[in-house]
């Protein structure tokens, strides 16, 4: 083994660890932003259309933003833990985790049982109701973009 | 922030919301296979119109400030290997959605509309095609951030 291997070794652990936690940031946000475009469009919907869309995002809440949020965390956390140049005291990474930590929580605790909440008001043909929920998660939903797109900023910046 | 700063925080925000929402679509078009024909068409109806406004902008925007980049770099040439990779991917990726995305949708549109039964079909070979576009977007996300060759 060369003397250079496991400095190298270090260097493709960081590059793999980065390329993770971009993509599942970019699924992440970008779905989540692209999510808020398409629910724009629900307002003159068909309801069955607007059922089925609810339905999609509780799904892609739960299985697919939620689970790549953790990924962004645990594989910025272990970048933080092995990069010599990095401290859980920098700014940027005091942003990150915080903006992360921010919106799993809503996530987890308004986003998700809200649009459940709101699945389960359109199939009892309380469309009214359930429009009013959809309405404070959408704006719940914004305001969580808005943080992630701090943390964007902070990640690429990096003040 | 400096200029170059800008670009990238540009680009990066435009390639997230355009590769996101490429994977955002694509989930969406594979549970769109289980759904009701009215679900399905507002689906459709949504995403040809977000193709036009949204994914189509944030392209163009993320290759206007890649390019910007490498011309304000003196590190980067547009004969390295990851920009080749990324403006290939992207160019792949946009002839896809004129080509394929856009007159596929509007046909599907009209069969749903007129209860045509091709639609099923043609919305599986739809769901295909996205998952291509999406692992040549991720290709290109690869390239940019491992700059392989740099």
């Known amino acids: 083994m060369s003397v250079g291997s496991p400095w190298r ?5 960081f590059a793999t660890l980065r390329l993770i936690h971009i993509l599942a940031a970019i699924v992440w946000v970008g779905g989540s932003i692209m999510a808020q475009f398409y629910a724009r469009r629900l307002a003159a919907a068909d309801p069955a259309h607007r059922l089925g869309f609810a339905r999609d995002l509780r799904f892609v809440a739960a299985k697919v933003f939620v689970p790549s949020a953790f990924v962004v965390l645990g594989a910025g956390v272990w970048m933080v833990i092995d990069a010599p140049g990095f401290d859980f005291e920098d ?7 915080s903006a992360v930590g921010v919106s799993l929580a809503t996530a987890l605790l308004y986003l ?3 649009v459940g909440k709101a699945i389960g008001l359109m199939t009892s043909g309380r469309g009214p109701e359930a429009g009013v929920v959809i309405r404070r998660v959408n704006l719940a939903a914004r305001a969580v973009i808005v943080v992630l797109l701090i943390a964007v900023w902070a990640m690429v910046v990096k003040p | 922030m400096s200029l170059v700063e800008t670009y990238k925080l540009l680009h990066v925000l435009a390639a997230i919301v355009w ?5 955002l679509a694509l989930i969406f078009t594979w549970r769109a296979l289980g759904a009701t024909r009215e679900h399905r068409l507002g689906l459709a109806a949504d995403t040809l119109f977000l193709a036009n406004r949204v994914f189509a902008p944030a392209a163009v925007i993320a290759a206007l400030f ?3 980049m490498v011309l304000e770099v003196d590190a980067f040439s547009f ?11 992207l160019l792949l990726s946009m002839v896809l959605g004129m080509a394929f995305f856009g007159p596929q949708t509007t046909r599907l549109i009209a069969e749903l509309t007129s209860n045509d039964p091709r639609a099923e079909g043609r919305l599986a070979i739809i769901a295909k ?4 576009d999406a692992a040549i977007l991720v290709v290109v996300v690869w390239a940019m951030v491992t700059k392989p060759g740099l």
């Open chain 1, 9 to 13: 070794s270090l260097r493709a652990v």
């Open chain 1, 91 to 97: 700014t940027f990474v005091v942003i990150g985790l």
């Open chain 1, 112 to 114: 998700i049982p809200g």
């Open chain 2, 19 to 23: 590769v996101g929402g490429t994977v």
């Open chain 2, 66 to 68: 890649g390019i910007l």
């Open chain 2, 79 to 89: 004969s390295d290997i990851w920009i080749i990779l990324g403006i290939g991917g």
């Open chain 2, 129 to 132: 095609v996205s998952t291509l």
